[in-house]
């Protein structure tokens, strides 16, 4: 699918490198491909920089006794999951791309906006927490049917967390239709993100060939005039 007039334009937030973003339910394929395009760009010679949706140390501790004892309500979750984004971007994500790096992004803002707002946060209050993180210049939305999700959860023999399952917002007993009904939720979340945002759509219940295709011909536009590592050296 081709790019959407509504799709910033590139470097529209005044760093010098890149940021492509990934983002989509579990199990859409969102890894595979982010670590597929990292090895391809780093072949033809750009800086690349690949960062996860992982807790930071700094909140990490706070994020998990609170879990583990379901102290956190929609709003205390939020709050810590934006605080861990906001040290996450200034510690890893922030100096590549000062230092002009293509910045790979396995999920953004937009998990938080999705994940958030499906626990029942008012979207524009999520939103404006994390007004610190610029625009990507790329947001791949990985969509696939919640089915396709479950059934790639189920055949990669992958542990369902509870918090991935929304177990917290007793919507079943079941860990698996509760991870059903939340994936619906968040897909709900997505769908309507897509147009507001500018998201890039890729149908990613294809072969990983048919996915790699699409997410390539959705990057190299950004390629245009961006600088390999090379053309950095000989300037
Ligand atoms: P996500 O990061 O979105 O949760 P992953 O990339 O970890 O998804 O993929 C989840 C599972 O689905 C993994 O076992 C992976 O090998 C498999 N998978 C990824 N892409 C495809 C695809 N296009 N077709 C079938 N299985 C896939």
């Given amino acids: 699918m081709p790019a959407d007039r509504r799709t910033p334009p590139p470097g529209g937030h005044g760093y010098p490198g890149r940021i492509i973003a990934f ?8 890894s595979t491909q982010a670590r597929l395009l990292v090895k391809w760009l780093g072949a033809l010679g750009y800086r690349v920089f690949f960062t996860e949706w992982n807790s930071s140390e700094l909140v990490s ?6 879990k583990k004892q379901n102290l956190l309500t929609a709003t205390t979750f939020s709050l810590l999951h934006a605080a861990d984004f906001a040290d996450r ?4 994500i922030a100096p590549p791309l000062r230092a002009g790096y293509l910045v790979v992004c396995d999920r953004y803002a937009y998990t938080a906006f999705a994940r958030d707002a499906a626990r029942g946060c008012d979207p524009r209050w999520v ?12 947001v791949l939305y990985f969509r696939v049917p919640v089915a396709t999700s479950i059934a790639r959860k189920l055949a990669a023999r992958e542990k369902i967390n ?6 917290d917002l007793g919507l079943s007993e079941s860990l698996l239709e509760s991870f059903r009904l939340f ?25 990983v060939e048919e996915v790699v295709a699409s997410v390539r ?5 950004l390629l245009v005039d961006f600088p390999t590592a090379e053309a950095l050296v000989h300037g």
Avoid at 89 to 92: G, T
Avoid at 162 to 167: F, N, R, V
Avoid at 217 to 221: A, C, D, F, G
């Fill in 183 to 207: 994936q619906t939720r968040l897909k709900r979340e997505y769908d309507r993100l897509a147009p507001r945002d500018g998201f890039v759509t890729i149908r990613a219940d294809r072969s």
């Fill in 217 to 221: 011909q959705e990057v190299r536009p």
């Fill in 162 to 167: 509870t918090w991935e399952a929304g177990m």
């Fill in 23 to 30: 983002e989509g339910l579990d199990g859409s394929g969102k």
């Fill in 61 to 66: 501790d706070a994020i998990r006794r609170g």
């Fill in 89 to 92: 971007f200034e510690r890893h």
């Fill in 127 to 138: 939103r404006n927490l994390y007004a610190f993180a610029p625009r990507p210049d790329r």
